[in-house]
T-cell receptor, first 111, second 115 residues
Framework: GQNIDQPTEMTATEGAIVQINCTYQ??????LFWYQQHAGEAPTFLSY????GLEEKGRFSSFLSRSKGYSYLLLKELQMKDSASYLC????????????FGTGTRLTVIP | GAVVSQHPSRVICKSGTSVKIECRSL??????MFWYRQFPKQSLMLMAT?????????EQGVEKDKFLINHASLTLSTLTVTSAHPEDSSFYIC???????????FGPGTRLTVL
């Protein structure tokens, strides 16, 4: 089975840095994805990690440790528009390319 | 590039009727399409995976006779909710994956309300 854990909610201040953690236990591993989802909208792709280490993309960075079953999404210079849910998803090994999503972390950015 | 559309965006129907939702990849060929359901304040739950020209693979607990999936071409998949009931009210989201892409691209979702 697949088990993916994230904190349910987080609050951070505009201009600050926030780290959203994700731990996973899956039968096989073939990549970890982070998506952003605003309320009532579809998720949009943020990042993809398949090897250990940090991937940086502008204000967003994502880290992966496969041995620890752990990832985090780092958001810098927070803006009000970053208030959204952040979904961690794992692709298990196999031909189906299925993604298994965590429950998502609802981030609220306050002035 | 990599745009996925869904139609309709919102539908309200009476209990017992069937509803069809279309998912299209507009600028790429989707070798695989996925259908998810999302209840309020919950994450996405995968319902089924479909490859063009073959039968869909359903996740455990999803009734294949109730949620009919057709993936007739590399750019179109449809989900039909048959004999809908109020408990089927949810946000249905499709995604598509093409050759050479790691990520899935999501459609804008369809909000289904069954009265």
């Amino acid at each position: 089975g697949q088990n993916i854990d994230q904190p349910t909610e987080m609050t951070a201040t505009e201009g600050a840095i926030v780290q959203i953690n994700c731990t996973y236990q899956t039968s096989g591993f073939n990549g970890l994805f982070w998506y952003q989802q605003h309320a009532g909208e579809a998720p949009t792709f943020l990042s993809y990690n398949v090897l250990d280490g940090l991937e940086e993309k502008g204000r967003f960075s994502s880290f992966l440790s496969r041995s620890k079953g752990y990832s985090y999404l780092l958001l810098k210079e927070l803006q009000m528009k970053d208030s959204a849910s952040y979904l961690c998803a794992v692709r298990a090994r196999g031909g189906a390319n299925n993604l298994f999503f965590g429950t998502g972390t609802r981030l609220t950015v306050i002035p | 590039g990599a745009v996925v559309s869904q139609h309709p965006s919102r539908v309200i129907c009476k209990s017992g009727t069937s509803v069809k939702i279309e998912c299209r990849s507009l600028d790429f060929q989707a070798t695989t399409m996925f259908w998810y359901r999302q209840f309020p304040k919950q994450s996405l739950m995968l319902m089924a995976t479909s490859n063009e020209g073959s039968k869909a693979t359903y996740e455990q607990g999803v009734e294949k006779d109730k949620f009919l999936i057709n993936h007739a071409s590399l750019t179109l998949s449809t989900l039909t909710v048959t004999s809908a009931h109020p408990e089927d009210s949810s946000f249905y989201i499709c995604s598509a994956k093409g050759q050479g892409y790691h990520e899935q691209f999501f459609g804008p979702g369809t909000r289904l309300t069954v009265l």
